[in-house]
């Protein structure tokens, strides 16, 4: 599976943003997938992911409440939706595909497949 990350952009503080990752070569329904981002000197982070069925979404500590992860089948995309953007929120974003589950989840090696990342910034 290839995995094109878009929606990137500066936002203030407060705003909202919509990144998408469209899935190419398998369904993304074959997959858990997930975002995650890197800050500038940071490692990176879980953000978010969906399972396999879709019934089932996990968030990161950081973001519960402000992200919600979706997927639309028929577009063969998985969302991110971003309020209440914060400054820390800045980094840049990468979808993954995996066949993780439950704890393992949010973790890096459970993920094969990765997009090219796109970058959010959140000013104050």
């Known amino acids: 599976v290839q995995l094109q990350a878009s929606g990137g952009g500066l936002v203030q503080a407060g705003g909202s943003l919509r990144l998408s990752c469209v899935a190419t070569?398998?369904?993304?329904?074959?997959?858990?997938m997930a975002w995650f981002r890197q800050a500038p000197g940071k490692e990176r982070e879980f953000v978010a992911a969906?399972?396999?069925?879709?019934?089932?979404?996990y968030d990161g500590d950081s973001v519960k409440g402000r992200f919600i992860i979706s997927r639309d089948d028929a577009k063969n995309t998985v969302y991110l939706q971003m309020d209440s953007l914060k400054p820390e929120d800045t980094a840049v974003y990468y979808c993954?595909?995996?066949?993780?589950?439950?704890?393992?989840?949010?973790?890096?090696?459970?993920?094969?497949?990765w997009g090219q990342g796109t970058l959010v910034t959140v000013s104050s």
């Open positions: 070569g398998r369904t993304v329904s074959t997959y858990t």
């Open positions: 969906i399972s396999r069925s879709g019934s089932s979404t």
């Open positions: 993954a595909a995996g066949y993780s589950r439950g704890y393992y989840i949010a973790f890096l090696s459970s993920y094969a497949y």
